[in-house]
C-alpha cells in the first residue's frame, strides 16, 4: 500500500454480496481505511452471476427463462448494492456503486483495472483448502489475478 499522503488518495473497492462476511469487509474498511476513502469515492461493487440453465433444452421457453433469470440477479445486485450506500452514507462516505453481469471471479478482476483501483477487500470464509480447491474461490483467484493489492476480510476465530 502507498504511504504517507499518496494513502489518502488510494482507491478502494469492496466487493458485497448477500453474505455475512462481505458486510464484515465493507464495515472493516469503514472503520478502518477513513483516510484512504476521504477523497475518493468507495466503489461499492456487485456481481450479477450468470443464470445456470444448462438443464434447460433449447427453446423460445429456454432463452425467456434466461432473460427472467438474468433480470432477477440484476435486482438482486441492485438491492445489495443499495443496503451497502446506506451503510456507507450514515458514515458520511461517498459511494461509487457499480454492478457486472458474468462470473464473479471475473469481473471483479475487470472491474479492477476498468476502475483504476489500488485496493481491493473481499470478505472471505477461511474454508479449509480441500473445499477452496474443490469449489473454487473467488477471493483466491482475485488474490492471484487482480492487478492491484488484495485485502481478505475474515472471521475472528
Given at each position: 500500500?502507498?504511504?504517507?499522503n499518496?494513502?489518502?488518495?488510494?482507491?478502494?473497492?469492496?466487493?458485497?454480496?448477500?453474505s455475512?462476511?462481505?458486510?464484515?469487509?465493507?464495515?472493516?474498511?469503514?472503520?478502518?481505511?477513513?483516510?484512504?476513502?476521504?477523497?475518493?469515492?468507495?466503489?461499492?461493487f456487485?456481481?450479477?452471476?450468470?443464470?445456470?440453465?444448462?438443464y434447460?433444452?433449447?427453446?423460445?421457453?429456454?432463452?425467456?427463462?434466461?432473460?427472467?433469470?438474468?433480470?432477477?440477479?440484476?435486482?438482486?445486485?441492485?438491492?445489495?448494492?443499495e443496503?451497502?450506500?446506506?451503510?456507507?452514507?450514515?458514515?458520511?462516505?461517498?459511494?461509487?456503486?457499480i454492478?457486472?453481469?458474468?462470473?464473479?471471479?471475473?469481473?471483479?478482476?475487470?472491474?479492477?483495472?476498468?476502475?483504476?483501483?489500488?485496493?481491493?477487500v473481499?470478505?472471505?470464509?477461511?474454508?479449509?483448502?480441500?473445499?477452496?480447491?474443490l469449489?473454487?474461490?473467488?477471493?483466491?483467484?482475485?488474490?492471484?489475478?487482480?492487478?492491484?493489492?488484495?485485502?481478505?476480510?475474515?472471521?475472528?476465530?
Open positions: 500500500m502507498n504511504k504517507g499518496g494513502r489518502a488518495n488510494m482507491k478502494v473497492m469492496v466487493v458485497i454480496d448477500e455475512e462476511c462481505s458486510y464484515r469487509a465493507l464495515k472493516w474498511v469503514l472503520d478502518n481505511l477513513e483516510e484512504s476513502i476521504k477523497n475518493l469515492p468507495l466503489v461499492i456487485a456481481a450479477q452471476p450468470p443464470p445456470n440453465c444448462n434447460v433444452v433449447s427453446s423460445a421457453f429456454a432463452m425467456d427463462l434466461f432473460n427472467s433469470v438474468q433480470q432477477q440477479n440484476k435486482k438482486v445486485a441492485l438491492g445489495i448494492l443496503k451497502a450506500k446506506r451503510i456507507c452514507a450514515s458514515k458520511g462516505v461517498t459511494v461509487e456503486a454492478t457486472e453481469a458474468g462470473y464473479p471471479k471475473e469481473v471483479i478482476c475487470d472491474a479492477v483495472q476498468k476502475c483504476g483501483v489500488n485496493l481491493l473481499i470478505g472471505d470464509e477461511a474454508n479449509g483448502n480441500i473445499k477452496r480447491a469449489l473454487g474461490c473467488v477471493s483466491s483467484y482475485c488474490v492471484q489475478n487482480a492487478k492491484c493489492q488484495v485485502l481478505l476480510v475474515r472471521n475472528k476465530a
